[in-house]
């Protein structure tokens, strides 16, 4: 499997649908793993937007029913495409049931003329002097067996930690690159409120919302990703993160509703 470009190429046309073959081992519960899901559907989104100046900004996703290996039948169209962005709706379906919608948004690179500079990298210690994360069939998900993990500082889940917050290091196994790669970054480590559970409880991604503000040419670097829930009330938490690269690029900022049961 390949979480790159080529994934627009894995969409096939047939008159108003495209379809796609989901892979096995890529499951995160009972769905096939959300940052796969997400490439998914950003490559779909790609293939309506030419201009090549229109890089995607913003990916918004609602995840309605659990992906499930085996063929997807995809929608996708151009809502509105205007001098400097163009937004897409994507919406992806199994059986009779749709099981994901997104609106991936595309712009082009505008004035610089007020640039803010972003909150600095987290200084951790480097993902080499760190141990790896094991991969534990059946209590681990089962897509972390293509991710090297390495947790840096803060509440792993189910440890009863007062705080809601830490800091990692990943980077993939398998061939990564491009928007995809990227995306699959974003939703690699689990909600941050589960470190404060005493025991393993269920949680699921309700809605996520994705900028991207840089692809990096090399995939094969540590990446450091900060996580922290900003609140969690009645079962359902607000977890917002940020991906660096190794020299410090701020190359993505997510947030998730997360479904908490327990």
Same mark, same amino acid.
């Given at each position: 499997?390949?979480?790159?470009?080529?994934?627009?190429?894995?969409?096939?046309?047939?008159?108003?649908?495209?379809?796609?073959?989901?892979?096995?081992?890529?499951?995160?519960? #009972? @769905?096939?793993?959300?940052?796969?899901?997400?490439?998914?559907?950003? $490559?779909? &989104?790609?293939? +309506? /937007?030419?201009? !090549?100046?229109?890089?995607?900004?913003?990916?918004?996703?609602?995840?309605?029913?659990?992906?499930?290996?085996?063929?997807?039948?995809?929608?996708?169209?151009?809502? #509105? @495409?205007?001098?400097?962005?163009?937004?897409?709706?994507?919406?992806? $379906?199994? &059986?009779?049931? +749709? /099981?994901?919608? !997104?609106?991936?948004?595309?712009?082009?690179?505008?004035?610089?003329?007020?640039?803010?500079?972003?909150?600095?990298?987290?200084?951790?210690?480097?993902?080499?002097?760190?141990?790896?994360?094991?991969?534990?069939?059946?209590?681990?998900?089962?897509?972390?067996?293509?991710?090297?993990?390495?947790? !840096?500082?803060?509440?792993?889940?189910?440890?009863?930690?007062?705080?809601?917050?830490?800091?990692?290091?990943?980077?993939?196994?398998?061939?990564?690159?491009?928007?995809?790669?990227?995306?699959?970054?974003?939703?690699?480590?689990?909600?941050?409120?589960?470190?404060?559970?005493?025991?393993?409880?269920?949680?699921?991604?309700?809605?996520?919302?994705?900028?991207?503000?840089?692809?990096?040419?090399?995939?094969?670097?540590?990446?450091?990703?900060?996580?922290?829930?900003?609140?969690?009330?009645?079962?359902?938490?607000?977890?917002?993160?940020?991906?660096?690269?190794?020299?410090?690029?701020?190359?993505?900022?997510?947030?998730?509703?997360?479904?908490?049961?327990?």
């Amino acid at each position: 499997m390949r979480i790159d470009d080529t994934l627009i190429d894995q969409w096939t046309a047939d008159g108003d649908h495209f379809f796609f073959d989901v892979p096995e081992g890529w499951m995160q519960g #009972r @769905s096939t793993f959300g940052g796969l899901t997400a490439a998914i559907m950003a $490559a779909l &989104g790609r293939r +309506v /937007v030419p201009e !090549a100046d229109r890089s995607l900004r913003v990916f918004s996703t609602q995840l309605l029913a659990p992906v499930v290996p085996g063929q997807l039948r995809g929608e996708v169209s151009v809502l #509105r @495409s205007g001098r400097n962005i163009t937004f897409t709706d994507v919406r992806l $379906a199994q &059986g009779d049931a +749709v /099981v994901a919608r !997104a609106t991936p948004v595309f712009a082009k690179a505008l004035s610089d003329a007020l640039d803010i500079p972003p909150p600095p990298k987290p200084e951790v210690t480097p993902a080499e002097s760190l141990q790896p994360i094991p991969y534990i069939p059946g209590f681990m998900p089962e897509f972390t067996q293509h991710v090297d993990m390495r947790w !840096a500082e803060g509440a792993t889940p189910y440890s009863g930690s007062e705080t809601a917050a830490f800091v990692g290091h990943c980077r993939y196994r398998v061939p990564l690159g491009g928007v995809a790669g990227l995306l699959a970054l974003l939703d690699t480590w689990p909600a941050p409120s589960l470190g404060k559970a005493s025991k393993p409880i269920p949680a699921s991604t309700v809605s996520w919302t994705a900028h991207l503000l840089g692809v990096p040419a090399d995939f094969e670097q540590w990446f450091t990703f900060q996580y922290e829930t900003a609140v969690g009330q009645n079962g359902l938490h607000t977890v917002v993160g940020r991906l660096y690269a190794e020299d410090g690029t701020l190359l993505g900022w997510t947030e998730q509703l997360v479904a908490v049961f327990g």
